[in-house]
């Protein structure tokens, strides 16, 4: 939902989401269309009908598609590994090989950073996707190379359900100041962002006070709610690999598109582009790499047609199937295990989560009495922690807050509180000793504290400290 505030900003949106439309063709979702000022307030009840002593018009409503970015990342992964690729994360790539000319790379000495043991990898062509950190594996190869990647960071915040509609987001163009703003629900909750700043790069972002105040400041405009800086759940950032060609004769070509790039035979750099295009930066790569090792495959790109593990036979009514096959054993604090209803929440948040695989976690919650929740509030089960560890490389608490669901990053205090119970399935899985536990409980409110939730953060006095 776009708000309008004068008829010249209503013409002006509904005219250029036509456009949009046009452009999507048949990926087209809905038709964007104009909504009145009554219209617009029953569909977005928090929404202001004044903003700055002007008066809303109506807004322009168009559709988008939304995705667990945590969970897309990890589904990947493992359809790689399905389809024949060796799957390896806490890989640390400590130099590059190079042929004995010096002339080609040929490969890479990668360190096992959990267990510190490094061994060599050979390959015809090298691919370095490393995002943001893309040009220190570049200067591996050639220490003079000239920088691709401006880093850029990005903010966002997670506030409670209450502050958006189910399935209605806030989106401005542009704020007081020039920047986009928008309110999005969210996995059960609203997410809001977002700043765009210049950065260095470092392995664990943190956003600023004055960075949260700002996006808070700009939503306040738009709602007719108080919008308080208690209310965040969780604050975090994350840095744009912004991308300049080294090829390229301007230097103020800096893109959000993807570059690929071969600066030293043997090692094809990919860096840039957005979820959005990740398909076509894949394809791009895959040929890059087909054109630098002479490689003869056997067949065109296939990603067109590839589903996601867990996609294929997926529908959305997959969820009633977990709801009426399985119940969530839970086991009580004395030992008992009760049985319990596998509700609508938490189905439906299985069957989104890992797609027709839901039924293998619906099992563990069944049959293991792991069948209950891990925070207060939130659909995440205990089972879904020993599924990951068993099929999804999931070697720490930190990884399954983090990057196989995304608890942290929708409420850094409830993921504080299950860190305990998931250290402690985790540690059954594999077996760890008090003292690794004892490590991962550390490690774990190491990270969360780098998110700011309204109880880790440093309140100022300003508009949003209200109780």
């Known amino acids: 939902?776009?708000?309008?505030?004068?008829?010249?900003?209503?013409?002006?949106?509904?005219?250029?989401?036509?456009?949009?439309?046009?452009?999507?063709?048949?990926?087209?979702?809905?038709?964007?269309?104009?909504?009145?000022?009554?219209?617009?307030?029953?569909?977005?009840?928090?929404?202001?009908?004044?903003?700055?002593?002007?008066?809303?018009?109506?807004?322009?409503?168009?559709?988008?598609g939304q995705m667990n970015d945590s969970r897309l990342n990890v589904g990947l992964a493992c359809t790689a590994g399905v389809l024949g690729a060796a799957i390896l994360n806490y890989a640390e790539v400590v130099s590059l090989i190079k042929d004995e000319s010096g002339e080609r790379v040929i490969g890479a000495r990668i360190r096992d950073t959990l267990s510190g043991k490094e061994f060599d990898a050979f390959a015809k062509v090298v691919v370095n996707a490393a995002g943001p950190f893309c040009d220190s594996v570049r200067k591996m190869a050639n220490n003079d190379v000239v920088p691709m990647i401006c880093p850029s960071?990005?903010?966002?915040?997670?506030?409670?359900?209450?502050?958006?509609?189910?399935?209605?987001?806030?989106?401005?163009?542009?704020?007081?100041?020039?920047?986009?703003?928008?309110?999005?629900?969210?996995l059960g909750r609203t997410v809001a962002g977002t700043t765009d700043s210049s950065t260095a790069i470092t392995m664990l972002p943190e956003p600023h006070e004055d960075e949260i105040q700002?996006?808070?400041?700009?939503?306040?405009?738009?709602?007719?709610?108080?919008?308080?800086?208690?209310?965040?759940?969780?604050?975090?950032?994350?840095?744009?690999?912004?991308?300049?060609?080294?090829?390229?004769?301007?230097?103020?070509?800096?893109?959000?598109?993807?570059?690929?790039?071969?600066?030293?035979?043997?090692?094809?750099?990919?860096?840039?582009?957005?979820?959005?295009?990740y398909r076509s930066m894949a394809e791009d790569a895959v040929n890059a790499a087909i054109r630098s090792g002479n490689l003869k495959p056997a067949n065109g790109c296939v990603t067109d047609h590839l589903h996601i593990l867990g996609g294929y036979g997926w529908d959305p009514a997959?969820?009633?199937?977990?709801?009426?096959?399985?119940?969530?054993?839970?086991?009580?604090?004395?030992?008992?295990i009760i049985p319990g209803a596998m509700d609508s929440a938490v189905s439906k948040h299985l069957s989104h989560a890992y797609g027709t695989l839901a039924t293998q976690v619906a099992a563990i919650a069944q049959d293991e009495g792991l069948g209950k929740r891990l925070a207060h509030g939130y659909p995440f089960l205990e089972a879904e922690v020993a599924y990951c560890a068993r099929h999804e490389y999931c070697e720490s608490a930190v990884d399954f807050i983090a990057r196989r669901c995304r608890l942290a990053f929708l409420d850094t205090d409830a993921?504080?509180?299950?860190?305990?119970?998931?250290?402690?399935?985790?540690?059954?899985?594999?077996?760890?000793?008090?003292?690794?536990?004892?490590?991962?409980?550390?490690?774990?409110?190491?990270?969360?504290e780098t998110f700011k939730s309204s109880k880790n953060a440093q309140f100022r006095d300003g508009k949003h400290n209200g109780q």
């Open 415 to 448: 993921a504080g509180r299950a860190l305990p119970r998931i250290i402690e399935i985790l540690a059954m899985e594999y077996k760890w000793d008090k003292a690794r536990q004892k490590l991962e409980l550390q490690k774990g409110k190491e990270f969360l």
């Open 1 to 64: 939902m776009t708000p309008c505030f004068n008829w010249f900003e209503v013409v002006y949106y509904w005219f250029g989401l036509k456009f949009y439309d046009i452009v999507a063709g048949r990926r087209l979702l809905h038709l964007s269309r104009y909504y009145s000022v009554d219209e617009s307030v029953e569909l977005f009840p928090t929404l202001a009908k004044n903003s700055h002593d002007r008066s809303l018009r109506g807004t322009v409503v168009y559709y988008d």
């Open 153 to 186: 960071s990005g903010v966002h915040i997670v506030l409670p359900d209450y502050y958006s509609p189910d399935g209605m987001g806030l989106i401005v163009p542009k704020t007081k100041d020039g920047r986009v703003v928008f309110m999005l629900p969210w």
């Open 318 to 336: 997959s969820f009633t199937v977990l709801a009426q096959n399985y119940k969530r054993m839970k086991r009580t604090y004395g030992g008992k």
């Open 214 to 277: 700002f996006i808070l400041d700009a939503i306040c405009d738009y709602l007719n709610v108080q919008v308080r800086r208690s209310d965040v759940l969780s604050a975090w950032s994350g840095i744009r690999p912004l991308a300049v060609d080294p090829s390229a004769k301007s230097t103020e070509s800096i893109s959000r598109d993807h570059v690929v790039f071969e600066d030293y035979p043997g090692l094809i750099t990919i860096t840039g582009g957005k979820w959005t295009t």
